[in-house]
């Protein structure tokens, strides 16, 4: 998901050989061009410390070129910031210098790590990492760290949609703050459960596994309100 | 014993200090949801604070029905059990009050008859306080502020249950509740025994619930392992338990599960031997008193 | 005849005090039985033993020719009683007591049926008004249509006439006497007084300090023959001592400040009134005195128990 947020990335980069990073992700961004928007109906599963919620079947929507949506028309989902907003803004306004930082395995995978630093030192993204697997030109993964917003990772699994590069799976790994109400307020019940024991910043992981897409059909923009 | 049952129905119902608690409690909720209706979005700005940052928070949404219900039960934790002593606390020490105790005990009914019709009649207001309760914190609530999934915030945990599987919870909530306030009226009852005026066994009923309320919430490890499992008021917030949701060891809540049903069948239980317990010492110190009011 | 009331041996101690104290009597049917004594005597913890109210520290009670402690619902059904001030329940119409009353007591009287008692004791104009529109007067009424309306077979008043006016008491005695001669009631009433106690009981049981003085039919007690008198004269001193040598020494009972009382027969009065004038006593007044307190000095002595009295 948010690979897709590094598609402004591209139109800033110069290298043209296949095998250098810059062609690499160029080809990869020429796949992802091909979707003009999409509605999704996804399963999306919360996997944070300190909150403890079903899962929920959610609908995505996408517009070219940075526009995203996490909607749960049947209830309440708590959609972590950074899936929508963070990493896309700051990716748009910076200008990069790739990297390349080798050959990896990831799931099976042969992958090239390509490392992205901005070019504009007071950009809130300071690095990110993409893995990327050669072969079927797709981002598996792309691991960010940032001034303000911390450090966070998405992961991509393929299948059904990877001829327009859209992942089936997506697991979204960040940080946050830590959760804590005072007793006094919550007059809890001791039910002797072992509890998530507070304390410091927590990893949460949001997984999100998308059923179908329905591609470049058109999406209003009004859905983005 | 049904006509004695309806004949001290009748007597708490026809006395107009009956229902101030009818008007209290509706007063108290009406309140709280105006509150909520004007200026919800601070109270659950406060609930959400360390959560906005890393998540988009659809206030709208989290502020329905359910979730006002369950802010209306909370704040509602001390002032119930008070007005449940006021009838309870009364229903011996009024009678010997005015005087009228000694017309009942020389009617051919066993003394222990006699108490028991008491404090089931006890038992009934309690439950219509709760019914009346229920229809205004919750279903009132539903009309004013619609349904959606409601969110619980823990002590150190954030949970949610989705819309569909929440009312049944409310039930076995309230179900749980009357149980607890039972224990309120049951010891007010004990009290009522000893007392030729209600005020005694009202304001020591209170003043034991708030001692207890707090050594239950304090969380001193003297008497965390020792006293707290064994205080009635420990387990009067069980109803909750309702409320929390297995995990399902990946960090998402089970629908329809309980996180630990037996510790609020555990506390179930004591809630009802204390009741079995203040009510059997009540009868046998009224068996024995000598009626001289 | 079997008793309606037979007591043995009754004793109540309160800590050490003894409110009660081996006490035993016996009613009979059709008896209007005097319970009199002294306000603190023991006579309202008594009746409040016959009734279960108190239990009793030792001694037998037997109601209907049953053990109260065995048989206690089975002889409350026949027993109506108005212990002290009638205390019902303020917020309730006279009607609506009578009814929740009666219908505790075992009966389901109809409208008609309460109505008709409330007519017995006059109040059915009152019978929609709460009592607490009541005047004592009625509140006593009602209390004993309360006591009434399951029509037991035995009534206990106590101190029925208790802050009443002239008219209140006299319409309770009557009532009383209606109970007995017209409905066959068997009726125990307590009272301080003896004045009104004499007009209507026709036995009593007299306590003192929670011990029984003396039991027996009203006509066996008062021997009209005697009598008590209170003498008041002007020397004091004067007196005492020309009493004390005098054959009337053994009459004198008790020194009441400046008066003297003493028991003697009816006729012998004139003839004590022309001694102390011979001895040269200065009479201010003397009179008859007939309370009773006075009825204690009829007693040879003061505390012992007597079973009939003749003299």
Known sequence: ?225 | MWTLLRIELFKIFRRPRTYIPFAAIAAMILIIQLGLKFDGRSYLELMMSSLSDSFIIPYGMIMNGYLVAFVILNTLLIQVPLLVALVAGDIIAGEANMGTLRLLVIRPVSRTRLMLVKFFASVIYTVLLLVWMALLALFLSMLLFGTNDMMIARNTVMEQIKSSDVLWRYIAAFGYASVALSTVAALAFLLSVFAENSIGPIVSTISIIIVLTILSEMNIPLYDNTVKPWLFTSHMLAWKGFFYSRSDGQGAAVAGSVENLPAILRSLGVLLGYIIAFVTAAIVAFKKKDILS | MSPIIEVSGLTKSFREQHAVNDLSFTVYPADIYGFLGQNGAGKSTTLRMLLTLVAPTAGKIRIFGMDLRTHRNEILRRVGAVIERPDLYKYLTALENLSLFARMSGIRPDRRQLMSQLELVGLAERAHSTVKTFSQGMRQRLGIATALVHDPDLVILDEPTNGLDPQGIADIRNLILHLSSHREKTVVVSSHLLSEMELIASRMLIIDKGKKIVEGRADELFDPARTIVELDTEDTSFTAEKLSHSQWHPFLRERRGEKFVLRMDKAQVPIFIQDMVQLGVKIKAIQPRHSLEDYFLTLTTANQHVDSFTD
């Open chain 1, 1 to 225: 998901m948010k690979y897709l947020l590094l598609l402004p990335l591209f139109f800033v980069l110069l290298r043209g050989h296949a095998q250098e990073p810059a062609t690499l992700l160029q080809k990869v961004r020429a796949r992802l061009d091909q979707v003009n928007d999409y509605q999704a109906a996804g399963l999306m599963k919360t996997n944070v410390p300190f909150l403890k919620v079903p899962e929920a079947q959610v609908t995505i929507y996408f517009k070219k070129p940075d526009k995203i949506k996490i909607k749960n028309d049947k209830g309440i989902s708590l959609v972590p910031k950074g899936a929508v907003t963070i990493s896309l803004n700051t990716l748009l306004r910076g200008s990069y210098t790739t990297l390349d930082a080798g050959l990896d395995t990831l799931n099976g995978h042969r992958v090239r790590l390509i490392k992205l630093l901005p070019q504009d030192e007071t950009a809130d993204l300071v690095l990110a990492t993409l893995y990327v697997d050669e072969s079927r030109v797709l981002i598996l993964r792309a691991r960010t760290t940032t001034r303000e917003n911390g450090t966070y990772e998405v992961e991509m699994t393929y299948g059904k949609y990877a001829a327009y590069a859209l992942p089936d799976k997506v697991v979204f790994t960040f940080n946050t703050k830590d959760y804590k109400l005072p007793k006094g307020l919550t007059f809890d019940y001791d039910d002797g459960s072992k509890q998530h024991a507070s304390g410091g910043p927590a990893t949460g992981k949001v997984e999100l596994i998308y059923q179908f897409y329905n591609i470049n059909k058109g999406v209003s923009d009004s859905v983005f309100q």
